[in-house]
């Protein structure tokens, strides 16, 4: 049975108003107004101008619902996040945040689930037959079985700062490498040859990658970095505590520690309180995301600013446009990162 096209749209006053009221007042066709309306083809830059200026100044909505139904469309999107359940962190509220602005402006709506949890709702959302697609965050981005399972069903995905065959999707990234290797040279620069490591979750391949980043710095710099002070985090405080009391007591310990995330590093500077060891007189700390945490701790955090709300509204854009094939296709965005100086380093190289 075909479905009835509706084309009503809403004014703020609450009128019901059809686009024969909106095709009276711009002075076109109704034809012409629905085109606008669903953004078709057949309709001048001018005269298209025209209607939405004209629709705007009037209040008119579009009905979003009814234009979705009259398009016979998906318009889901999941964002596929790795075990949020063990910590919300702000990374995650930030991909949230990106993930539904990136639908919100394209008419899509978002939907997260946590993978892997006894609680994910995972097989029903890939059934959904109203899934338009997936975003897949870091850490799920190289998990090949996944993706192999999406490609079997022919669901479309985007991947956020994918390390493993980064060819085979789309994707949205930074260069980690990079920005890890910069971090590091700032504490270089600033005398420091005992460094500490605290890496992300062992699992998360640019965890790898952003050490591979640290180590080449230092190659450069003619230092070597102690493999015992390199120890593992999973991105969250608790492990950062347990991570950065090793680090802390031991009898020659580092001078400086770089932090796999912002919420890690908090977690070095509160074991450094505890014990009495001052940040920065004693201790240099940096971190990695610039997270709110970074600017509100004291004191604030040397960081990289990593825009990941960006990311994951690029991504859902991205993902609508490959779902959408009359949109110019771009394989992989990589997005700019930059080295936030604050006041967690001290320069002891005088």
């Known amino acids: 049975m075909e479905r009835r096209r509706i084309t009503e749209v809403q004014g703020t006053s609450g009128r019901r108003l059809t686009i024969v009221d909106v095709a009276r007042e711009a002075g076109v066709s109704v034809k012409t107004v629905s085109r606008v309306l669903n953004d078709q083809k057949g309709v001048g830059d001018k005269t298209r101008e025209r209607v939405?200026?004209?629709?705007?100044?009037?209040?008119?909505?579009?009905?979003?619902?009814?234009?979705?139904?009259?398009?016979?469309?998906?318009?889901?999107?999941?964002?596929?996040?790795?075990?949020p359940s063990r910590h919300m962190s702000s990374f995650n509220a930030d991909l949230q945040?990106?993930?539904?602005?990136?639908?919100?402006?394209?008419?899509?709506?978002?939907?997260?689930?946590?993978?892997?949890?006894?609680?994910?709702?995972?097989?029903?959302?890939?059934?959904?037959?109203?899934?338009a697609g997936v975003i897949v965050s870091p850490g799920l981005s190289d998990n090949l079985g996944m993706i192999a399972a999406f490609e079997e069903r022919n669901i479309p995905y985007v991947r956020i700062a994918p390390q493993s065959e980064i060819e085979r999707s789309f994707c949205v990234s930074i260069d980690d490498r990079g920005a890890s290797r910069d971090l590091t040279k700032h504490l270089l620069d600033a005398g420091h040859r005992k460094i500490g490591v605290i890496k992300g979750h062992p699992d998360h391949l640019v965890s790898e990658i952003r050490y591979i980043g640290v180590v080449e710095a230092a190659i450069s710099a003619g230092v070597t970095i102690d493999p015992a002070y390199v120890l593992p985090s999973l991105y969250d405080f608790k492990?950062?505590?347990?991570?950065?009391?090793?680090?802390?007591?031991?009898?020659?310990r580092p001078t400086a520690i770089i932090a796999s995330n912002d919420e890690v590093a908090a977690a070095v500077i509160a074991v450094a309180a505890k014990k009495g060891i001052k940040v920065p007189e004693e201790l240099s700390v940096v971190g990695f995301d610039n997270a709110p945490i970074s600017n509100s701790i004291y004191p604030a955090l040397t960081?990289?600013?990593?825009?990941?709300?960006?990311?994951s509204k690029v991504a859902a854009e991205l993902l609508i446009r490959d779902v959408l094939p009359s949109e110019t296709q771009v394989k992989r965005v990589m997005l700019n990162y930059r080295v936030v100086f604050r006041d967690s380093v001290a320069d002891i190289s005088k």
């Not at 492990?239 to 020659?252: N, R, T, W």
């Open 97 to 131: 945040i990106g993930a539904m602005r990136g639908c919100n402006k394209l008419g899509y709506y978002l939907i997260v689930d946590d993978y892997g949890s006894p609680e994910s709702a995972y097989e029903e959302i890939v059934d959904n037959s109203d899934l």
């Open 239 to 252: 492990s950062g505590l347990k991570a950065a009391e090793k680090l802390l007591s031991m009898k020659e």
């Open 303 to 311: 960081t990289v600013n990593q825009p990941v709300a960006e990311m």
């Open 52 to 83: 939405r200026d004209i629709m705007e100044a009037m209040g008119y909505k579009i009905n979003k619902a009814a234009r979705d139904l009259r398009l016979n469309r998906p318009t889901l999107i999941a964002l596929l996040l790795d075990n």
